[in-house]
């Protein structure tokens, strides 16, 4: 059964439509648990109803037909319980309803099981039996485990529209699929999907420019890999026995088959590129293998998909233009992938770039943080995002309610047409405070600083909108070479911004790699990477790094005063005391060398609980403490910062992480040591009056957010902050504080700042 299990999965998960994946399962469990009918119910919410949705054993007219009303009939029970139904007769039951239309007779047996994700019931899978049964505990689970399967293709499906399709009905077209607001802001554009070359599962549909063309560069791809492939077999002649060559042929003759080179061809015809329509007929070959009892033969099926990813690789030698073709992005392009990474994110030429989708990742995320100094609206971990088919799809970002909306109809398309003209207007208002300082309308003052270093920028961005770095994330350098940056390469960067910022303050912080940032040529493989090795850990097992990276540093201030050094990741006070040793025998034998050093200011982040109940003790060790938001909310919380499953529970405003913040707050200035904040709530407008009431010496932001928090800030006065920082104590969650700020802001004609519309 478990093999079975296994295969159905298979099929389901690959099957590329909704329709294809309910026909595969309810076949295979049908056979598998030898019912006489299976059937999957998906739910219709807007008409209330369960609709039939595939169906084996079941007239197959009635599919889309038979609408039950939501809470009649044991798939109505299901539902409503959210829990499995197994019922030897259910002719017997109260909630029993005959459905002629079906073409049933009167079923006995009866197991229905709900299909739920995130809570929500989206349909009932059920098999059932002419004569009476009671289904074992392990049918049970089988179903239980497709269900959990199906989940997310109806997920889907309701998101790209194809749900309304299969329930038989006109799709409202207002669906949107929802993620985290990860950078605030709406965007209108058309999807450009990024992926991970060489991996056919993830090539998106595309159509074709050039038919005639794309059928001749799958016959040249196939015509490269049988070469490959004959070089092989010569290379490997003397070594393999003349069975195992034979296999070479074996791939040979199925690469030129018929039925693979016949299809795709067809595919392109149709009007889908090579590499998509590829990615379909090698799909259908590898299931029909994937499907055979004879477990030799089953695996044949990743052959088939190992020969598809060869031709695939050859097939992106010659894209035209490759991924750098200008013509490729655009006007307006939204990017959509899996997971984006930094580097795919630059690949698009910055004038078109209006908007970032992913289905994985989340608002700390270090493509999100980038997404925002970009000022790019970013929805991230949409996990119900069918990222291959949102290549060329009119697209609509909401980055304020995390909302992605896939070819909206006229009336959204226009409410965010009108919200996009808002924003535009709101960006142009705020040039005016440029020049104004920080300052709230009682005269207290609260320096912005700018949060950079993941760019490689020409000019840094917003470098004169902000009173200093707040923080200058060291790792990009280490991260786009393939192996470790030396000293004068680090110093000639430090100088860099030293120089291009003094007299203002630039807080370098010492490499923080680890957990989400790992290094290609310093790989650490944990189960756990954010518990783990990371930040100050790594340095302090590795002085020789550490050490570099210190040296080079004092060496790039030279001339300079403005430098300041923290500390990431530090949960014992000891980290505390051998990394300054470290850094203090650097300074020493800089000097003995014969530089000219000043002594820069010394820091801490504070970023694990374990810190924030020392930050007494850190700060008097220190000659100031940065509070970073994003890894204290993940560990105050215990909710990865990139898992999207969990997202929804991450919220940087939730009272225990505001509560805690105050503390460390109440705690340093006790001992008169600054505390500024740099993580993303710092450029949260609805987070500023809080932090302005609690004390804290400065915030440390990205660059799109330096005029939003600015206009809060100028628009607030101090006994108002801190009215608002006790209402926001005395709220349970995250939300009671966003409902406190949004009306505080709106009631300063300011709410436009973090959601969309004024
Ligand atoms: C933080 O954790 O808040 C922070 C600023 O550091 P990073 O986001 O780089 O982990
Ligand atoms: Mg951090």
Redesign the pocket.
């Known amino acids: 059964m478990l093999d079975t299990l296994h295969r159905i999965v298979q099929e389901v998960t690959r099957a590329n439509d909704l329709g294809k994946a309910l026909q595969l399962l309810t076949s295979g469990v049908r056979k598998a648990i030898q019912a006489d009918v299976c059937s999957v119910y998906l739910t219709d919410f807007d008409s209330r109803e369960h609709v039939l949705a595939a169906t084996e054993g079941l007239r197959p007219e009635a599919v889309g037909k038979v609408r039950l009303p939501m809470h009649r009939g044991l798939i109505g029970l299901v539902a409503e319980r959210a829990e499995p139904l197994n019922l030897d007769d259910a002719t017997s039951h109260p909630r029993y309803l005959y459905i002629p239309h079906t073409g049933e007779t009167e079923y006995h047996g009866f197991l229905g099981v709900p299909i739920i994700q995130y809570r929500t019931v989206l349909g009932v899978l059920v098999v059932r039996q002419q004569q009476p049964r009671q289904f074992e505990d392990e049918e049970v689970t089988f179903l239980f485990t497709l269900a959990a399967q199906l989940a997310g293709a109806i997920k889907h499906a309701q998101a790209s529209g194809e749900l309304a399709t299969l329930t038989n009905r006109r799709s409202s077209g207002s669906h949107f699929m929802e993620g985290r607001g990860s950078a605030t802001g709406v965007a209108i554009g058309t999807g450009l999907v990024t992926y991970e070359t060489a991996d056919l599962g993830a090539v998106p549909d595309r159509a074709a420019r050039d038919i005639p063309a794309e059928r001749q560069r799958l016959l040249d791809a196939v015509d490269a890999v049988e070469n490959e492939l004959q070089r092989m077999k010569q290379r490997l002649a003397d070594t393999l026995s003349c069975e195992d060559q034979a296999l070479f042929d074996a791939l040979i003759m199925m690469l030129n088959s018929d039925s693979l080179i016949t299809r795709t061809i067809e595919l392109i015809d149709e009007g889908n590129w090579a590499p998509a329509a590829l990615r379909d007929t090698i799909g259908e070959h590898a299931r029909i293998f994937d499907a055979m009892e004879d477990r030799y033969l089953r695996e044949r099926g990743s052959d088939v998909r190992n020969l598809g990813n060869r031709v695939l690789k050859h097939l992106e030698l010659t894209e035209p233009g490759g991924s750098s073709n200008p013509t490729r992005f655009p006007e307006q392009t939204i990017l959509v992938g899996d997971e984006i990474s930094v580097m795919q994110l630059a690949e698009v030429p910055r004038e078109k770039l209006v908007g970032l989708v992913s289905a994985r990742g989340s608002n700390?995320s270090h493509v999100a943080?980038l997404a925002r100094a970009m000022g790019i609206p970013a929805v991230m971990g949409v996990s119900d995002l069918p990222v291959n088919r949102m290549e060329a799809r009119e697209l609509i970002i909401d980055g304020y309610r995390g909302r992605v909306y896939v070819s909206p109809p006229p009336s959204v398309f226009d409410e965010y047409q009108r919200l996009a003209d808002e924003e535009r207007a709101l960006s142009h208002e705020l040039q005016a405070l440029r020049e104004l300082p920080a300052e709230t309308v009682d005269g207290v003052r609260i320096p912005l600083m700018l949060n950079t270093g993941l760019v490689l920028e020409q000019q840094t961005i917003g470098a004169a909108d902000a009173e200093g770095i707040g923080?200058y994330?060291t790792e990009l350098p280490f991260m786009v070479r393939d192996s470790f940056p030396g000293e004068n390469v680090q110093t000639i960067n430090y100088h860099r911004v030293i120089s291009e910022f003094a007299p203002r303050p630039v807080t370098l912080r010492i490499l923080?790699i680890g957990g989400d940032k790992p290094l290609p040529y310093f790989p650490i493989e944990e189960s756990n990477p954010f518990l783990g090795w990371r930040g100050i850990r790594i340095l302090l097992d590795h002085p020789e790094i550490f050490l570099t990276q210190i040296r080079a540093m004092l060496r790039a201030s030279v001339g300079f005063d403005n430098l300041h050094i923290m500390l990431?990741m530090i949960t014992l006070l000891s980290e505390v005391d051998d990394a300054l040793n470290l850094i203090h025998r650097a300074h020493d034998e800089l000097i003995e060398e014969g530089y000219e050093l000043n002594m820069p200011k010394l820091g801490v982040m504070i970023?694990v609980p374990a810190a924030a109940y020392q930050a007494e003790a850190l700060a008097e060790r220190v000659d100031f403490i940065s509070i970073?938001?994003?890894?204290?909310t993940q560990y105050l919380l215990a909710v990865d910062r990139n898992n999207s499953h969990v997202a929804r529970l991450y919220d940087d405003l939730h009272p225990v992480v505001l509560q805690t913040i105050r503390q460390i707050t109440t705690a340093a200035t006790a001992h008169d040591t600054p505390v500024s904040i740099?993580?993303e709530l710092a450029g949260n407008p609805a987070a500023a009056p809080l932090l302005l009431g609690m004390g804290v010496s400065s915030l440390s932001m990205s660059s799109g957010s330096l005029l939003r928090v600015k206009a809060v800030i100028r628009a607030t006065s101090l006994p108002r902050a801190r009215e608002l920082l006790r209402g926001a104590m005395r709220c349970h969650d995250g939300d009671c504080v966003r409902k406190l700020m949004e009306h505080a802001l709106d009631s300063l004609g300011l709410g436009g700042l973090v959601r969309p519309g004024r």
């Open positions: 700390s943080i923080l994330r923080d990431p970023e970073g938001s994003n890894d204290l740099c993580g």
